[in-house]
């Protein structure tokens, strides 16, 4: 079998995690991202707990958008990232699409992403793909992320932007969330994508300012995200600006709560806090499950501190429920958390 969903088979075997591999591009990829430890560090793992399960998918929706997924051959972070909400996401004309590629320039502990560099190859026809897409899918909102682009002079943004036109262009009744780069801090690309008609712009803070570079890779940072987050919001203060939260890593209350209030600060308008899951052997371990209550108890904090909304549970992930955030403050979570 010289290939595997797409991609070249090194040795006659599909790359195992964390070792190389040659993508159908041309250029050296590692597996999930991270190389694989001369030793695998499963000392100390935490047991997952047995409330931490996701919902079947299922619904007249979800087998509709499923059944079109398949007929066209369409990627979507949703299924590619075994997303444990895509039933929610599917039933509610929802979906998240990835650009720029599947290799991304740099190497987070935390992400299964391939790491690589891709040299600036770009898919000149990813913009009317997307537009397609959305069609396809009867999309309603529709969340668009994507690797990190180091490699290109405007770290993609130009070609963000173009994605969010040419949907626009098509089906000027879809929303659309950019959950971007950091750009390396550059206010211009922020302001091109920003610029580009979406409703939501979205930047990960990931963790607490004390574990930021054991979790993300050198090259991004805490401030660098404020900022980011924060430019955005001067240049469109009517875009929201969103940010995520994983916990589990090993963060304190207090650490939490100063996040928060760092984010409040820079007036990010959306929240949402989810249970760090470590994706491969490689990566970093879990230090804590977090319960649905204390989870619960996060949001409340952050609703008091001036948040329009803060989505928080175990199984959140950043686009989770992400069409509600156009009604502020209205996702219909309980006091138990959303799961």
């Given amino acids: 079998m010289s290939m595997f969903k797409g991609i070249p088979v090194v040795g006659g075997v599909a790359a195992r995690s964390g070792t190389k591999y040659v993508t159908r591009q041309g250029f050296t990829a590692i597996r999930d991202g991270i190389k694989a430890p001369t030793a695998a560090d499963a000392a100390g793992a935490v047991r997952k707990p047995r409330w931490l399960r996701a919902r079947m998918p ?3 929706r979800f087998d509709a958008v499923r059944r079109i997924v398949r007929e066209h051959g369409l990627g979507t972070v949703c299924e590619e990232a075994k997303c444990p909400n895509i039933g929610e996401f599917w039933n509610a004309g929802t ?11 740099r190497a987070f502990r935390f992400c299964a992403v391939d790491t690589g560099n891709p040299r600036g190859w770009l898919d000149a026809n990813e913009p009317a793909a997307a537009a397609h897409t959305v069609g396809l899918m009867g999309l309603r909102y529709v969340v668009l992320t994507s690797v990190n682009r180091d490699d290109l002079l405007d770290g993609g943004a130009g070609h963000f932007a173009d994605c969010v036109r040419a949907i626009k262009a098509s089906h000027p009744e879809t929303a659309v969330e950019a959950l971007t780069p950091d750009f390396q801090g550059m206010e211009a690309q922020v302001e091109t994508v920003v610029d580009s008609g979406i409703e939501v712009f979205a930047q990960n803070i990931e963790t607490v300012r004390r574990l930021t570079h054991p979790v993300r890779d050198p090259r991004a940072g805490y401030e660098q995200t404020l900022a980011v987050l924060a430019h955005a919001k001067r240049r469109r203060p009517g875009v929201l600006t969103k940010t995520s939260l994983m916990l589990g ?6 650490e939490i709560a100063g996040a928060m209030a760092d984010l409040r600060g820079i007036g990010c308008d959306v929240l949402t806090l989810g249970q760090y899951l470590r994706p491969t052997a490689n990566h970093l371990p879990v230090q804590r499950y977090v319960t649905p209550q204390e989870f619960a108890s996060y949001r409340r904090q952050a609703l008091g501190l001036g948040f329009l909304e803060c989505i928080a549970g175990p199984l959140v992930r950043s686009s989770y429920r992400a069409e509600r ?14 799961a």
């Fill in 95 to 105: 979906a998240t699409l990835m650009l720029l590629g599947t290799v991304c320039t």
């Fill in 325 to 338: 955030a156009l009604e502020k403050n209205n996702c219909g979570l309980g006091d138990s958390g959303a």
């Fill in 249 to 254: 890593l090993g963060e304190t209350d207090a």
């Fill in 58 to 60: 299922a619904g007249a």
